[in-house]
């Protein structure tokens, strides 16, 4: 059984990735910030961990990680305030690679989007922009860690029902990339029990593989 931590526990994908983990029987830890949420998380089989990542320290994410085996980033500000989107999106996401460092996680999975890079190309009057610099800058770090780092880069989400279908090394914008989150759950579990997915970006959408031969390409 793996231990596994997943960041923004209370997200759309994270549950559903909760979900799947479990149903898999993996042991899954999930990290949010609003104590009303404690109930939710655990009905998709977590358990529920409060802490506030946006002001949680270096020190105290990594006391959360300890003991684990694997770490996903799921958590997001959600867009609208460009200060919080900095906060969580690209300052918080360090502190949680600095503090997989310190707690002995030897695995990340980082959920970012198709697209992401320091050459995203969305103009600066986009409201889209400092999420596209915030993720750009939190996925440069990861890539620079000793961690045994993924980046899943999905495309435009939606609720609809998982698939089990996708398509890789996909050349469109992100916006017109259809990926169901609980497609983008379904990748990041596969991803956890690939050793050839580590040190790779992967981007991917809605498609017509199954996941786990499309992700044979990464091998």
Do not use: C
Not at 50 to 56: C, K, Q, S, T, Y
Not at 74 to 95: E, L, M, N, W
Not at 179 to 188: C, F, H, S, Y
């Amino acid at each position: 059984m793996t231990l596994i931590a997943i960041i923004g526990g209370h997200g759309k994908v994270a549950r559903e990735l909760s979900k799947v983990l479990a149903a898999d029987g993996q042991e899954v830890t999930a990290i949010f910030r609003n104590p009303e949420h404690a109930s939710d998380v655990a009905a998709n089989g977590a358990t529920p961990v409060v802490l506030d990542v946006e002001n949680a320290t270096t020190a105290e994410i990594a006391e959360a990680l300890s003991g684990h085996d694997a770490v996903v980033w799921s958590a997001g500000a959600g867009g609208g305030d460009p200060g919080r989107t900095y906060a969580v999106d690209r300052d918080a996401a360090i502190r949680s690679m600095d503090a997989a460092v310190l707690s002995g996680v030897g695995r990340y999975v980082m959920v970012s989007y198709l697209g992401a890079g320091p050459d995203h190309g969305v103009p600066r009057d986009n409201p889209f922009f400092h999420y596209a610099e915030a993720k750009a800058a939190a996925d440069s770090y990861l890539r620079g860690t000793s961690l045994g780092w993924t980046i899943l880069g999905p495309g435009a989400l939606t609720d609809k029902p998982g698939s089990g279908l996708i398509d890789i090394h996909v050349n469109e914008p992100w916006q017109a990339a259809e990926t169901a989150r609980a497609n983008v759950a379904l990748v990041a579990a596969a991803v956890l029990e690939l050793p050839a997915a580590i040190g790779r970006t992967i981007g991917f959408r809605d498609g017509s593989q199954p996941i786990a031969a499309a992700l044979e390409a990464v091998a």
